[in-house]
Protein backbone atom coordinates (compact mmCIF):
# COMPACT_ATOMS: atom_id res chain seq x y z
CA UNK A 1 0.00 0.00 0.00
CA UNK A 2 1.17 3.32 -1.20
CA UNK A 3 1.31 6.28 0.96
CA UNK A 4 -1.33 9.59 0.48
CA UNK A 5 1.63 11.61 -0.29
CA UNK A 6 3.12 9.24 -2.93
CA UNK A 7 -0.61 10.13 -4.65
CA UNK A 8 -0.21 13.63 -4.13
CA UNK A 9 2.97 13.89 -5.81
CA UNK A 10 1.78 11.63 -8.59
CA UNK A 11 -0.89 14.38 -9.06
CA UNK A 12 1.52 16.80 -9.12
CA UNK A 13 3.33 15.53 -11.52
CA UNK A 14 0.78 13.96 -13.99
CA UNK A 15 -1.85 16.78 -14.14
CA UNK A 16 0.03 19.16 -16.36
CA UNK A 17 0.78 15.98 -18.65
CA UNK A 18 -2.84 14.65 -18.24
CA UNK A 19 -4.01 18.54 -19.72
CA UNK A 20 -1.35 18.47 -22.20
CA UNK A 21 -2.33 15.00 -23.53
CA UNK A 22 -6.33 15.13 -23.19
CA UNK A 23 -6.63 18.68 -24.88
CA UNK A 24 -6.06 16.81 -28.46
CA UNK A 25 -8.63 14.68 -27.90
CA UNK A 26 -11.29 16.61 -25.57
CA UNK A 27 -10.42 19.90 -26.59
CA UNK A 28 -10.66 22.96 -24.63
CA UNK A 29 -13.96 23.50 -22.93
CA UNK A 30 -13.40 19.67 -21.77
CA UNK A 31 -10.00 19.45 -20.37
CA UNK A 32 -10.51 20.03 -16.80
CA UNK A 33 -13.29 17.94 -16.35
CA UNK A 34 -11.07 14.97 -18.52
CA UNK A 35 -8.08 15.57 -16.20
CA UNK A 36 -10.60 15.61 -13.15
CA UNK A 37 -12.19 12.30 -14.15
CA UNK A 38 -8.77 10.52 -14.79
CA UNK A 39 -7.28 11.70 -11.74
CA UNK A 40 -10.61 10.61 -9.49
CA UNK A 41 -10.48 7.11 -11.26
CA UNK A 42 -6.54 7.02 -10.60
CA UNK A 43 -7.58 7.72 -6.57
CA UNK A 44 -9.71 4.83 -6.80
CA UNK A 45 -7.43 2.56 -8.02
CA UNK A 46 -4.07 4.05 -6.75
CA UNK A 47 -2.63 1.15 -5.11
CA UNK A 48 -3.31 -1.02 -8.61
CA UNK A 49 -1.83 2.05 -10.92
CA UNK A 50 1.22 3.00 -8.14
CA UNK A 51 2.45 -0.57 -9.19
CA UNK A 52 2.58 0.33 -13.21
CA UNK A 53 5.39 1.72 -15.28
CA UNK A 54 2.92 4.60 -16.79
CA UNK A 55 -0.45 5.41 -14.53
CA UNK A 56 -0.87 8.45 -15.82
CA UNK A 57 -1.20 6.73 -19.42
CA UNK A 58 -3.63 3.75 -17.44
CA UNK A 59 -5.72 6.54 -16.03
CA UNK A 60 -6.52 8.59 -19.38
CA UNK A 61 -7.45 5.50 -21.07
CA UNK A 62 -9.93 4.33 -18.62
CA UNK A 63 -12.08 8.09 -19.35
CA UNK A 64 -16.11 7.48 -20.17
CA UNK A 65 -16.16 8.36 -23.92
CA UNK A 66 -19.62 9.56 -24.80
CA UNK A 67 -20.57 8.05 -27.62
CA UNK A 68 -22.97 11.44 -29.07
CA UNK A 69 -21.52 12.98 -31.95
CA UNK A 70 -19.85 16.02 -31.34
CA UNK A 71 -18.33 18.88 -32.64
CA UNK A 72 -14.85 18.53 -33.37
CA UNK A 73 -12.71 19.70 -29.93
CA UNK A 74 -11.69 23.21 -29.62
CA UNK A 75 -7.69 23.42 -28.94
CA UNK A 76 -7.51 26.74 -28.19
CA UNK A 77 -9.96 29.26 -26.39
CA UNK A 78 -9.15 32.13 -29.42
CA UNK A 79 -6.60 31.89 -32.62
CA UNK A 80 -2.85 33.46 -30.25
CA UNK A 81 -2.36 36.64 -32.48
CA UNK A 82 1.16 35.80 -31.20
CA UNK A 83 2.57 33.27 -32.80
CA UNK A 84 3.67 34.31 -36.64
CA UNK A 85 5.60 30.71 -37.12
CA UNK A 86 2.72 29.02 -36.81
CA UNK A 87 0.77 28.28 -39.91
CA UNK A 88 -2.46 29.60 -39.56
CA UNK A 89 -4.29 26.45 -40.72
CA UNK A 90 -2.97 24.04 -38.85
CA UNK A 91 -5.66 24.31 -36.39
CA UNK A 92 -7.83 23.04 -38.36
CA UNK A 93 -6.07 21.21 -40.58
CA UNK A 94 -5.50 18.98 -37.26
CA UNK A 95 -9.25 18.87 -36.73
CA UNK A 96 -9.52 17.48 -39.85
CA UNK A 97 -7.54 14.45 -39.42
CA UNK A 98 -9.26 11.07 -38.09
CA UNK A 99 -9.09 10.94 -33.82
CA UNK A 100 -6.72 8.58 -33.76
CA UNK A 101 -4.12 10.09 -36.13
CA UNK A 102 -4.67 13.74 -34.29
CA UNK A 103 -3.99 12.26 -30.90
CA UNK A 104 -0.99 10.29 -31.91
CA UNK A 105 0.79 13.29 -33.11
CA UNK A 106 -0.63 15.91 -30.02
CA UNK A 107 0.64 13.54 -27.67
CA UNK A 108 4.04 12.43 -29.99
CA UNK A 109 5.17 16.14 -30.74
CA UNK A 110 2.83 18.75 -28.72
CA UNK A 111 3.26 16.73 -25.61
CA UNK A 112 6.82 14.90 -26.74
CA UNK A 113 5.86 11.32 -25.58
CA UNK A 114 7.02 8.57 -26.52
CA UNK A 115 5.47 6.35 -29.09
CA UNK A 116 5.38 3.71 -26.33
CA UNK A 117 4.03 5.93 -23.68
CA UNK A 118 1.59 6.83 -26.70
CA UNK A 119 0.65 2.70 -27.28
CA UNK A 120 -0.28 2.37 -23.56
CA UNK A 121 -2.46 5.66 -23.54
CA UNK A 122 -4.07 4.51 -26.59
CA UNK A 123 -4.45 0.81 -25.98
CA UNK A 124 -3.20 -0.20 -29.29
CA UNK A 125 0.83 -1.43 -30.32
CA UNK A 126 3.89 1.32 -30.55
CA UNK A 127 4.28 -0.03 -34.82
CA UNK A 128 0.21 1.13 -34.95
CA UNK A 129 1.17 4.54 -33.08
CA UNK A 130 3.85 5.10 -35.79
CA UNK A 131 1.55 4.47 -38.33
CA UNK A 132 -0.88 6.85 -37.04
CA UNK A 133 1.79 9.84 -36.58
CA UNK A 134 3.03 9.35 -39.94
CA UNK A 135 0.05 9.36 -42.09
CA UNK A 136 -1.38 12.27 -40.25
CA UNK A 137 1.77 14.41 -40.71
CA UNK A 138 1.62 13.16 -44.57
CA UNK A 139 -1.66 14.24 -44.32
CA UNK A 140 -0.72 17.76 -42.95
CA UNK A 141 2.38 17.72 -45.37
CA UNK A 142 -0.17 17.31 -48.53
CA UNK A 143 -2.46 20.13 -47.64
CA UNK A 144 -0.16 22.82 -46.23
CA UNK A 145 1.99 21.99 -49.89
CA UNK A 146 5.62 21.13 -47.37
CA UNK A 147 7.24 19.04 -49.16
CA UNK A 148 10.04 16.82 -46.67
CA UNK A 149 13.44 16.28 -48.02
CA UNK A 150 13.00 12.59 -46.35
CA UNK A 151 9.67 11.93 -48.77
Known sequence: MTS????????????????????????????????????AYAFEHWPALAA???????????LETDSRPRKAPQLFREQPPSLPDVEPRLT?????????????????????????????AMEISTSTVATHVSRGLDRLRQELGVVDAQH
Do not use: Y
Not at 56 to 61: E, F, W
Not at 97 to 108: C, E, F, G, H, V
Open 52 to 62: MSNPVGCATDR
Open 92 to 120: QLLLALPKSQRTAIWLAHGCAWSHLEIAA
Open 4 to 39: EGEFDSFVADARPRLRRALLGAVGIDRVDDAVAEAL
